[in-house]
C-alpha cells in the first residue's frame, strides 16, 4: 500500500511539472508586444500552476512520511506484544533462528555421507531428532520464519532417516583377556557392558558357553535394529516402552503379545532383548 502511494505521488508531480513547464519553448519567430505580454502571461500562470502542484506534491508527500512513520509505529508496538506474549526478545528470537540455521545445516551434511557413516552417526541423528522436539515446544516456533524452519527441518530429518540403515553387522576379533562383558563396554562397541547378550544372541553358532570366548574369533556384533523392532537398555520396562514407540505406556499390552516367546513374566525383560513392534 505504501509503494503504490509512493508511486501515485510521484506521477501527480511529473504531471504537474510536465503541465507547467513542458510547453515553455522560447520563439525563434518575431512577434508584436501585446503577443509577448499574453505569452508571458501564459508562462506566468503555468509557473504557478507548477509551483501549486509542486506545493500539494511536498504536502502529499509529508503526509505519507507521517502515514510511514505511524505504521511503524504501530508495528513496533505489535512487535513488543508479541514478545511479551512469547516471553522473549529480538535477541532471542534471533539466536533461536540461529540455531535452527545450524540443524539446516547438520542435516544438509549428514545426508551427504554415505549409508555406513551415516549408520555411524545414530546417536547425533537422535539427539538432533529429540532437540527439534524441544525447540517445537517453545513459543518462539510459532512464529512465521520459526515456523517455515522446522517445516523444512522436518522434511531433511525423514530423508536422512530414510537413507539410514535400521541394522548393521561390525565384526570385532576377540582379544587375549576380553570377555562379553567388557567387549560390550568398549566405547566402539556398546558402552554399556549389559547389552553383552546381545554379542552372546548373535553368535549363538559359535559361543556356547557365554563364559568362555578365545583369542583370534572373530565375533558379529549387530548395531541398531529392524524396522518395527526395539532394543531394550537398562531401565526399560514395557510401559516405558510403549511410551516411547506409542507415546502412550497403557499400551504395553500390544509388546507382550507378540513377544510372548521370549518375554516369561511382563515385569521382567532384560537389557539386550529385541522387541518386535506392531504397527499402532
Not at 37 to 57: D, F, H, P, S
Not at 64 to 87: K, T
Not at 167 to 177: E, M, N
Request: net charge negative; with cysteine; glycine share 6%.
Amino acid at each position: 500500500m505504501m509503494d503504490f502511494k509512493k508511486i501515485t505521488a510521484t506521477l501527480i508531480c511529473t504531471l504537474a511539472l510536465a503541465v507547467g513547464f513542458g510547453g515553455v519553448s522560447v520563439s525563434a519567430q518575431e512577434m508584436t508586444y501585446e503577443e509577448y505580454k499574453i505569452k508571458l502571461a501564459e508562462y506566468e500562470n503555468r509557473t504557478a500552476e507548477a509551483r501549486r502542484a509542486m506545493q500539494v506534491c511536498k504536502e502529499a508527500g509529508d503526509k505519507l512520511q507521517a502515514e510511514i512513520g505511524g505504521l511503524d509505529g504501530d508495528i513496533a508496538g505489535v512487535n513488543n506484544e508479541i514478545y511479551q506474549l512469547l516471553g522473549t526478545d529480538q535477541s532471542k528470537i534471533d539466536a533461536f533462528l540461529a540455531e535452527l540455521d545450524r540443524i539446516e545445516a547438520r542435516l544438509m551434511g549428514l545426508l551427504n555421507l554415505s549409508e555406513e557413516a551415516l549408520f555411524d552417526k545414530r546417536d547425533e541423528i537422535d539427539s538432533i531428532e529429540a532437540r527439534i522436539a524441544e525447540m517445537k515446544e517453545d513459543g518462539r516456533a510459532l512464529l512465521p520464519d520459526a515456523a517455515s524452519k522446522l517445516s523444512n527441518i522436518d522434511q531433511l530429518l525423514e530423508r536422512v532417516k530414510a537413507r539410514m540403515p535400521r541394522k548393521r553387522i561390525k565384526q570385532y576379533t576377540v582379544a587375549q583377556g576380553d570377555n562379553l562383558w567388557n567387549i560390550a563396554k568398549k566405547p566402539s562397541i556398546y558402552s554399556d557392558p549389559y547389552l553383552w547378550p546381545r554379542i552372546y544372541v548373535e553368535n549363538r553358532s559359535k559361543i556356547k558357553n557365554p563364559d568362555l570366548i578365545f583369542p583370534d574369533w572373530t565375533l558379529n556384533v549387530p548395531f541398531g535394529v529392524d524396522l518395527n523392532q526395539h532394543l531394550v537398555t537398562r531401565g526399560q520396562s514395557l510401559s516405558t516402552i510403549a511410551g516411547i514407540v506409542y507415546k502412550d505406556p497403557t499400551k504395553w499390552h500390544r509388546l507382550l503379545k507378540v513377544n510372548q516367546a521370549q518375554i516369561l513374566d511382563a515385569n521382567l525383560i532384560f537389557p539386550a532383548q529385541v522387541l518386535d513392534v506392531p504397527a499402532n
